[in-house]
């Protein structure tokens, strides 16, 4: 038969023996020298990876929380800003406004004042001339008439109703 | 699969077909040196195949015009009950030369072996040494072992040097090799859970395999050029050892499934456990004629290309050979990755199917 006496499909023992030999040397030398710590490298390598990219995302996720965050806070204080500035604004018109009408009323009391003074000023000098007037008048009047008339109270009263009559707010 | 076992069958016809014809021609061939006279040696191209497929005792390297033989003549190491060890080089059995009651068969039914004679020189049947030389095989072996050692040890030293930094040098060539069995072909097929047991076999056997290919594919100088996974010993060593890691890690529920099926009456068990043992070796069985078909045919077909160039006896035949001769060993060099895949492949498949958990 071709198969058995063909020297290719023959078993030879002899390479039997070889090949397991030589086959399992290189099997236990690889195993032991070379695929346990290209093994071994080769896994850390990959959770090194795994876990570097696992962070990475987590820092990204952080850093875009904190960029967000970093926003609202901003947004948040330029909104303060604007509420404390127009805050301020209020009052200071309000200051403004407060100074102001004190101002005017202050100012309307002085003049007020003033003008009572001036007022008072003027009547107690109008009086004082219609004392005076009233004692010339008196005193050209006797001298006119020649006749000393004397001070009674029914004379000066006289004088003075004349006086009213003649409206000395007129000149 | 079956398409491989069907290349290894084809491949087998491929060489009956060629015994035939080739010793018609050699009748020819003797007829016509009785009537020439003097003629040159017809070519044949059997022997030229067969010899340089198979395994012998030295490693030819060429034929001079006068017919001497360049060879390297390799060790040959005998064991014999009674005379015990014998350990002598196999230039001292050149041209059926006897040395030590040895003798180098070329012919009949012992071609290629080293039978024991008697002394009136005949073959000694009941005295036949154990052949354990270190053949061709077993020096091409060696070779690509060596070759692989240096290369993997080298490798962890650089992973050693570089720590789990990114891959150089030699690291980024082999790492994808390593990193593609690991995750396309253990894993899938073993699982995460038991893989990292049989990453060293599996690795181990895809280089060994793929290394032993490729060399085999270089024709030039020792220890290239030997087809030694295309040898059944070797590819049986490593049917073997698939075998034996397949049945150690064999779980509970694997056995249960060899020899009490569950589901299956009781009184099919008598037919069903041999169909289950039977399956049990023809997995391996499998494994050894498919690496061994599939690499035999191609060193076959490359060698027949060559031999046109002799058959025809024009040098003019060589471009097409040639041509064709670089065709094949592409398709080979595909050929050898293809190979040491799908046997890393099928063991690991072979291996999960022994992992089965327990159903209950």
Known sequence: MILASNSLTSVGIGTLFWSVLIFSLFFFL???????????????????????????????????????????ILRKAREEREVILKEGRNVRDKLIAEAKGKATEEAEKIVEKAKAGIEREKTKALSEIHEQVASLSVE??????????SKTEEQEKLIDKYLKDVNINKN | MKKRILTGLFSILFLSAFNFPVMG???????????????????????????????SHEWHILTKKNGESVAIYLPVILYQKGTGLH???????????????????????YAGKIVAVNAA??????????????????????????????LFISLSRSYKRSGISYPRGIQSFLEPVICFIRDEVVIPNIGYKHYERFMPYLLSVFFFI?????????????PFGANVTGNLAVTMTLALFTFFIIQISGTKGYWRHIFATPGVPVWLLPIMIPVELIGMVSKPFALMIRLFANIT??????????????IFDSIWVSPVSIFFVIFMDCLELLV?????????????????????EEHH
Do not use: C
Not at chain 2, 336 to 356: D, E, K, N, R
């Open chain 1, 30 to 72: 690889l195993a032991k020298f070379a695929w346990k710590p290209i093994l071994a490298a080769i896994k850390q390598r990959d959770e090194m990876i795994k876990g570097s990219l696992a962070s990475a995302e987590m820092a990204r996720e952080e850093m875009l929380k904190l960029q967000s965050d970093n926003e609202a």
């Open chain 1, 140 to 149: 050209i009047a006797s001298m006119v008439l020649g006749e000393k008339l």
């Open chain 2, 25 to 55: 021609q050699e009748e020819h061939g003797s007829q016509e040196t009785a009537t020439q006279g003097q003629s040159k040696e017809k070519f044949d191209a059997n022997s030229f195949i067969i010899g340089h497929v198979s395994n």
């Open chain 2, 87 to 109: 350990f002598f080089f196999s230039g001292k059995l050149a041209h059926e030369h006897e040395y030590k009651g040895f003798r180098l068969e070329e012919e009949g039914e």
């Open chain 2, 121 to 150: 020189g005949e073959v000694d049947t009941d005295n036949m040494p154990l052949d354990f030389s270190m053949t061709k095989m077993v020096i091409g072996m060696l070779g690509a072992v060596l070759i692989g050692l240096w």
């Open chain 2, 210 to 222: 793929l290394i032993n290919n490729l060399m085999g594919l270089i024709p030039f100088p020792p």
């Open chain 2, 297 to 310: 045919a191609g060193h076959i077909i490359v060698m027949s290309l060559l031999a046109l160039i002799f």
């Open chain 2, 336 to 356: 050898a990755f293809l190979q040491a895949y799908v046997f890393t492949l099928l063991s690991a498949l072979f291996i999960s199917l022994a992992l089965v």
